[in-house]
């Protein structure tokens, strides 16, 4: 059925370790689940310093955007979650790099700790190109 959401995959890179897609497309949104700074040959970035892990984690949710036939100019909302608030200058200045032009709502949320040690993980909200298009 056109109503039931669809699940959007990533050609190249791992499928997820868990139950769960790499995001979803449904009522003219896509939600896309969160991304550590996994390579896509599955090999983990979590012993690399900081911003190494937030560039692979971008590059990862660029993947998905992608493998949607989206672009960061899409993305509606991004949240980031962050090992140590001392790492969100850094988060800061990246983030803006990779993104460009995009300005999505965001919010970035402190917390103890991630999945095998990263410091860095990141999911989004992004509204389905041809929609955006459309208007």
Aim: charged share 15%.
């Amino acid at each position: 059925m056109a109503d039931d959401p669809r699940a959007i995959t990533v050609s190249g890179a791992q499928p997820p370790a868990g139950h769960y897609s790499p995001a979803v497309a449904h009522g003219g949104l896509i939600y896309v689940s969160g991304q550590l700074g996994m390579r896509p040959d599955g090999s983990h970035t979590s012993h690399l310093p900081f911003d190494d892990q937030v560039r692979q984690t971008l590059a990862n949710l660029l993947a998905v955007l992608a493998a949607a036939g989206a672009a960061p100019r899409h993305l509606v909302k991004v949240t980031a979650y962050l090992v140590g608030v001392e790492a969100w200058p850094r988060f800061n200045t990246i983030y803006a790099e990779v993104l460009g032009e995009a300005r999505p709502a965001r919010s970035v949320v402190p917390v103890p700790e991630l999945h095998h040690g990263y410091r860095v993980e990141i999911d989004a909200i992004v509204a389905a190109p041809q929609l955006v298009e459309e208007r």
